[in-house]
């Protein structure tokens, strides 16, 4: 056992006993959502994994140590501090644990640290990739090298079209990633059912989900599995005016230079203050479809 991890009480209790576990990230409670609908969000997506015969594990990093499994008390801290806690991604686990400093995990850090813990399912809201313009600027998310390293399933809504999502696919066929269309042949775009773009699979059951990454960890060969759920219809947002908020966002990022680990944050902030609460709405009806998912798909993989 890593000497720098605490796996929770009820999480460790889980994992001995076979039971299912679903990871959660705290990037989104602490930069992803505003106080206090973060901490409610955080606190309600637990519920919901609890309700769907899983136990849920909120990833972070706390006074140094690497956390899974956070108590309520952990989770409103983290989300009133919101974007002074630090965002933490692989780079930044050494120093923060050296110095015993507090982290928000991102889908890099969490999948790596469920993986430390022994938790194979984690469901979050979008993932990082390949940012538009990342032909000069590099900008690549962490999250997809991680994908191709790290054993974890991960169930999102797809990634947001703040990134450029055709280049985020050519990235993870390269790193072979397989990504699953939950109930759909189409790339989701977090907002919206659809992008444009393909995915590899189309899976229609947890079933199907489980028998995949069964087969995945059977062959014991290194990385994750991306699927992606899309946003139930009812919440799904008007393609246009996402599109708009997208671009405005952009434009300000690029005017005001804002580079490096800011551009996401800032970029995902923007789009809320600019759509308002509709957003936040179908952000977090998004997250708590895919922790019935993963719940769900969690429970068959214990069996
Ligand atoms: N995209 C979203 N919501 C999020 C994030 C991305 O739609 O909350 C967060 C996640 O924690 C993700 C991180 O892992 O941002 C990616 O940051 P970067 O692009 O700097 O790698
Ligand atoms: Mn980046």
């Keep these: 056992m890593n000497r720098y991890l605490d796996i929770a009480p009820e999480v460790k209790a889980a994992l001995d006993a076979g039971k299912p576990v679903v990871a959660l990230e705290s990037t989104i409670i602490s930069h992803g959502m505003p106080y206090p609908k973060n901490v409610q969000t955080a606190l309600l997506v637990e519920q919901t994994i609890r309700e769907n015969g899983a136990v849920p594990a909120t ?22 501090a919101g974007r002074k806690v630090a965002k933490a991604s692989r780079r930044d686990l050494p120093a923060l644990v050296a110095r015993g400093a507090d982290g928000a995990t991102t889908v890099t850090t969490t999948m790596m640290i469920a993986h430390m813990a022994g938790i194979r399912i984690f469901a ?9 313009g990342a032909e000069t600027t590099m900008d690549i998310s962490a999250d997809l090298e991680e994908l191709a ?23 993870l066929e390269t790193k072979g990633v ?19 773009f393909g995915v590899d699979y189309r899976v229609d059951s947890p079933e199907e989900l489980a028998a995949m990454f069964r087969a995945q960890r059977g062959m014991n060969y290194k990385g994750g599995m991306l699927v992606t759920n899309p946003i139930p219809a009812e919440y799904a947002m008007d393609k246009a005016v996402i599109d708009a908020a997208i671009e405005q966002a952009l434009r300000e990022a690029a005017e005001q230079g804002v580079h490096g680990k800011e551009t996401t944050p800032f970029l995902l902030a923007r789009v809320v203050e600019l759509t308002g609460g509709e957003s936040l709405e179908s952000n977090i009806q ?13 429970a068959l993989l214990a069996d």
């Design 59 to 80: 990833i972070a990093v706390i006074g140094g140590r690497l956390k899974a499994g956070l108590s309520a008390d952990e989770i409103e801290y983290l989300g009133k």
């Design 124 to 132: 979050t809201g979008g993932i990082g990739g390949v940012h538009r």
């Design 178 to 196: 397989p990504v699953i269309g939950y109930g759909t042949e189409e790339l989701p775009a977090f907002y919206t059912r659809k992008s444009g």
């Design 149 to 171: 390293q790290t054993p974890v399933m991960v169930v999102c809504a797809g990634a947001k079209s703040i990134l450029d999502l055709g280049l985020t696919l050519e990235y």
């Design 286 to 298: 998004l997250v708590l479809n895919n922790a019935r998912l993963a719940a769900k798909t969690a």
